[in-house]
């Protein structure tokens, strides 16, 4: 496939048609590529991945890392290969498993970690922040890992994200969507 034109509005059908050395998103129909993981990155993800993973073993909720994609559609599309927004977060809870098939997560997953990183900080803070919002995601962390800080927003009964709750080293996030899950940043940051 030739390199994207920035003018031109891709589908799902198009993002599996891409070759598969090269990962992308589309959000809105705007192509993005993305760049490899750094080491610390996948340190972060491994970390927060295998919390939630511990957790979840024999419950009802699923916990995936990326690449997985989640597709959002917009409810007007014909066929799948119709939606305009893949993502790839790095970890993904999803809770209702109607929601998941073999290509990965067909609507809002409950909870989503999205690690930035100096090409995509402004993405996971903005597009995918309104994105997240918009469909109904209940937890939304952002990892920055220079700052080791997370960011941890969420859905209100407004159907909007409120103030962050932002942790630290040392501190524990209490997962919003269980009852009893903490993830200790200790653990997660320790690089």
Known sequence: M???????????????????????????????????????????????????????????????????????????????????????????????????????CKGAPDLIVEITSPSTGSRDKIEKFNLYEKHGVKEYWIVEPDSKVVSVFILQENSRYGRPDVYTVGNKIKVSIFEDLEIDLKDVFAY
């Not at 610390?40 to 909720?61: D, M, N, P, W």
């Open 2 to 104: 030739p390199l994207p034109k920035r003018e031109d509005i891709y589908t799902y059908e198009d993002y599996l048609n891409w070759p598969n050395n090269q990962r992308i998103e589309l959000i809105n129909g705007q192509i993005y590529l993305m760049t490899p993981p750094s080491t610390i990155h996948q340190r972060i993800s491994r970390e927060i991945f295998t919390s939630f993973a511990v957790y979840l073993r024999g419950k009802q909720c699923e916990v995936f890392t990326a690449p997985f994609g989640v597709r959002f559609p917009s409810g007007n599309e014909k066929s799948d290969k119709e939606i305009k927004t893949v993502v790839e977060p790095d970890i993904v809870v999803v809770c209702d498993k109607s929601k998941l098939d073999d290509e990965g």
